[in-house]
């Protein structure tokens, strides 16, 4: 059973919706990461946070400690969004990354 | 800066070959990170590094070897490739170890097929 659990898989949006990416985690972690995988294209780092919300543009990423809980906003949606959105959490025992399976995600025009 | 690069981007191998890997870094990152990519799984850390000359197995690490003679660079190395090990490799870095509050900075990724 993997540690850190995604939903939805799959997800089509039109353009200009509000999207949420879910993200629960059963282990103690130190710190929890969003990433960004675009078709055949490499990995990138989008968020990396310990508490709280933290906002870089369209994205929001928030995480809830207690519920062991993080989510991961897209506003105002864009086909250039569409990709592969990964969560991982730092673990506190090992220091290593622990990979969700990923939400891939098609914004439609 | 350049940040993480792999080579070759793509590479079919034939049963029982062997190859490397190549993932260098310039941003004198002291962690370096191997995973691997399958269809709908997450990606699976195979070895790490923590600094020239020490490196570490993680998850799947059988069927591969490592090196870090210095900080740039961590080549991976499959000895006798096996369909099993068909999948994209990505290589990473990041200045503390990832888990902790540090970013991890990823390669572009080498997709490899073994037939």
């Known amino acids: 059973k993997n540690e850190v659990e995604q939903s939805p898989q799959n997800l089509t949006a039109q353009e200009g919706e509000f999207i949420t990416i879910n993200c629960s985690y059963s282990v103690g972690i130190s710190a929890l990461h969003w990433l960004q995988q675009h078709p055949g294209g490499g990995i990138v780092s989008l968020f990396m946070l310990s508490s709280g919300k933290k906002k870089h543009g369209r994205l929001i990423a928030t995480i809830n400690i207690q519920e062991k809980h993080s989510s991961l906003h897209i506003t105002a949606s864009h086909p250039r969004d569409s990709a592969v959105y990964i969560c991982?959490?730092?673990?506190?025992?090992?220091?290593?990354?622990?990979f969700g399976q990923g939400t891939t995600l098609q914004v439609k025009p | 800066n350049a940040g993480v690069t792999q080579t070759p981007k793509f590479r079919i191998l034939k049963i029982g070959q062997s190859m490397t890997l190549q993932c260098t870094q310039d941003?004198?990152?002291?962690?370096m990170y191997w995973y691997r990519q399958d269809p709908g799984m997450g990606l699976k850390l195979i070895y790490y590094?923590?600094?020239?000359?020490?490196?570490d197995k993680g998850e799947v690490p059988n069927g591969y070897n490592v090196s870090r003679s210095t900080t740039e660079d961590f080549p991976l190395r499959l000895e006798l490739a096996a369909p099993s090990q068909t999948s994209v490799y990505f290589c990473a870095s990041s200045y503390s170890i990832a888990g902790s509050t540090d970013t991890q900075y990823f390669g572009p990724g080498t997709r490899l097929t073994v037939l």
């Open positions: 941003m004198n990152h002291n962690y």
């Open positions: 991982a959490g730092g673990s506190s025992n090992t220091g290593k990354l622990i």
């Open positions: 590094s923590v600094g020239a000359g020490i490196t």
